[in-house]
């Protein structure tokens, strides 16, 4: 059974990079009818925090995919410390007393880079047990082979064949010197006890790989396959990072911006992959059965941001086509969380007649706060008074306008079609085309030129409402 994982630590906001990798597990899950595990490697005490932590939760509960099983690494240490004595037993590790101070790992110098301590690899087990007795601190080491030429090697399955000679890795640390596992370790025994049979992630962790079998191998199991995905990049070629780039490589930006959960998936999956149709708009279901590591492309995708504007132009295009393709039902759902947010008190209903009217003028749900505005508010912000004057006319012919349509709609029926004749009719009557009497009436209503659909307008906003708001504008016009 295929069992995938997305396991992020609780340094910081969910990047979009591991958004992609959750997605791409998902994906990839629900396809093979598999498991996806959420597992959150929270071993390193020092940087995580319970603000990290939300911020992963709320971006992925924001994404709506949802998982199959949930595990903690904190709730895991005695299994790791179990796991590692036992690798020590075969063999496969020895301790390193070395002062971290006087042998730092993984650090150049100028013999080379740093690969082991040999005096400490080549200690006795007589010496190293009387050492550890005694209290002297040490750190449990993973002993690579050196003696054999051997390489080791894997197929990537995005990458292809891989291949690292064992004398080019150091001896890492499963265990640190107070007892806490590496992250190598950690995730090497949960990804064995979990039975992952894919491990996804970004590219960045490739090199691991080569460290991370050599542990399988130590616990007695096989190695889950290994896909490795394109890191996502800045337009100057930058990998993405949060340190550099800031909100921009946020997953919460894109929420608080007003995005579609599903058309932002939908987005990232576009980044670093594609279907083989070259398909853009798809669907959740659509993006489980199309999905499949031979669409992954080896190179890096890049994220198309500015200074002055985090968002993407094709995720922007994404989301409004979305919104365009909503039911106006579903929509209005969505827009009614970010109405209230802002303040306003409309009853759903009225939103439900409002939504139609601006569907395809947005791009964002938070543009409902400014195509919208005008109909969540008892008075209107002041307009320049040169907008009711009709295109080719002028004030007096405006006032005009205002006027006799103040009286035609005392009486007219307020729906679409018996304000369209009405109003068309006192337009014959006072010898303006229908675009002059309209402009005064949308400024008047609206207070702009560019609104929805008048007629649907005037009918959502009711009599009363496009009363005084004409006899605002006819004062205006008389001052």
């Known amino acids: 059974m295929v069992r995938v994982r997305f396991a992020p630590s609780p340094t910081g906001y969910l990047h979009i990079g591991s958004a992609r990798t ?4 998902w994906l990839f899950a629900r396809r093979q009818k598999g498991a996806m595990i959420l597992r959150i490697d929270d071993t390193d005490v020092e940087r995580n925090t319970q603000a990290s932590l939300d911020s992963i939760f709320n971006g992925l509960n924001w994404l709506d995919l949802g998982w199959d099983e949930f595990y903690q ?3 895991r240490l005695e299994l790791y410390r179990v796991k590692a004595w036992e690798i020590f037993a075969r063999g496969y590790a020895y301790r390193d007393f070395t002062p971290m101070n006087a042998a730092p790992e993984e650090r150049s110098s100028e013999a080379g880079a740093w690969l082991c301590n040999p005096e400490m690899r080549a200690l006795s087990a ?3 047990e009387r050492r550890a007795a005694a209290g002297e601190p040490f750190v449990l080491r993973f002993r690579v082979p050196r003696e054999t030429e051997r390489r080791v090697e894997f197929e990537d399955l995005v990458y292809g064949a891989q291949s690292k000679a064992c004398d080019d ?10 007892g806490a596992p590496t992250y190598h370790h950690a995730s090497c025994v949960d990804d064995a006890d979990l039975r992952i049979s894919h491990v996804v992630r970004g590219q960045d962790h490739l090199s691991n790989t080569f460290k991370h079998i050599l542990i399988f191998e130590a616990l007695g199991v096989d190695s889950p396959l290994f896909a490795h995905l394109p890191l996502l990049i800045a337009p100057d070629g930058a990998k993405l990072s ?3 780039h800031g909100p921009v490589v946020s997953v919460m930006t894109y929420k608080d911006a007003g995005f579609l959960p599903h058309s932002y998936v939908n987005f990232l999956c576009l980044l670093g992959w594609s279907p083989k149709d070259d398909r853009e708009k798809m669907t959740r279901q659509e993006l489980i059965e199309v999905f499949s590591f031979e669409g992954v492309n080896r190179s890096n995708a890049v994220v198309n941001f500015s200074e002055e504007d985090p968002i993407d132009p094709k995720a922007l295009w994404l989301n409004s086509q979305a919104i365009y393709a909503l039911p106006v039902e579903e929509l209005a759902a969505h827009l009614a969380p970010v109405v209230a947010a802002a303040g306003f008190e409309i009853a759903p209903e009225k939103l439900l007649k409002i939504t139609p009217l601006i569907q395809e003028r947005i791009k964002t749900l938070n543009d409902v706060l400014t195509v919208a505005d005008f109909f969540f508010v008892a008075e209107l912000a002041d307009y320049d008074t040169g907008e009711l004057t009709p295109q080719k006319g002028d004030a007096a012919m405006a006032l005009r306008v205002l006027e006799r349509a103040r009286v035609a709609l005392e009486s007219a029926e307020f729906t ?13 009557a006072l010898g303006v085309k229908a675009g ?4 005064p009436i949308r400024v008047a209503v609206c207070g702009r030129k560019v609104a929805p659909p008048l007629f649907e307008t005037l009918e959502v906003l009711g009599r009363e409402t496009c009363l005084v708001r004409i006899d605002q504008a006819v004062r205006k016009l008389r001052n």
């Open 416 to 428: 679409h079609d018996g304000l369209d004749s009405v109003l068309r009719a006192e337009a014959t």
């Open 169 to 178: 890795i150091e001896d890492f640390a499963l265990l640190r010197s107070n």
């Open 73 to 75: 690494q904190s709730d």
């Open 22 to 25: 959750f997605i791409f597990n």
């Open 242 to 244: 949060k340190r550099k």
């Open 436 to 439: 002059q009497m309209f402009q």
């Open 126 to 128: 007589e010496e190293s």
